[in-house]
């Protein structure tokens, strides 16, 4: 089992900026991608942002040039850091890691999603 805590969310103006954490704890095989999601009511969790262990990072259109994802392996935590925030970036954001679990005895592989409670991102503008 994994567990993941965020922290960081808050309230910031237009063109502000703020940092999300989020720490992993707990068992696992390996967390090969961690990054982030985010959600507004009535509409589905967007994927903002990930970053694989390797290095290997995605960007939602809508962040590129203002958000960065970054990983310390060694703590098992994930960083955002959001800059240059707009109104629309408003949401509820949700952390997510992806645990790769070995093969079973017939060579089959799977993951398996985890998820953190959410932290609340507010931008007045």
């Known amino acids: 089992q994994v567990q993941l805590v965020e922290s960081g969310g808050g309230l910031v103006q237009a063109g502000g900026s703020l940092r999300l954490s989020c720490a992993a704890s707990g068992t696992w095989n390996n967390l090969n991608v961690m990054g982030w999601y985010r959600q507004t009511p009535g509409n589905e969790r967007e994927l903002v942002a990930t970053r694989s262990t390797s290095g290997k990072l995605f960007y939602t259109d809508s962040v590129k040039g203002r958000f960065t994802i970054s990983r310390d392996n060694a703590k098992n935590t994930v960083y955002l850091d959001m800059n240059s925030l707009k109104a629309e970036d408003t949401a509820i954001y949700y952390c997510?890691?992806?645990?790769?679990?070995?093969?079973?005895?017939?060579?089959?592989?799977?993951?398996?999603?985890?998820w953190g409670q959410g932290t609340q991102v507010t931008v007045s503008s």
């Open positions: 997510h890691a992806k645990d790769f679990r070995p093969p079973d005895l017939e060579g089959r592989l799977s993951t398996y999603d985890y």
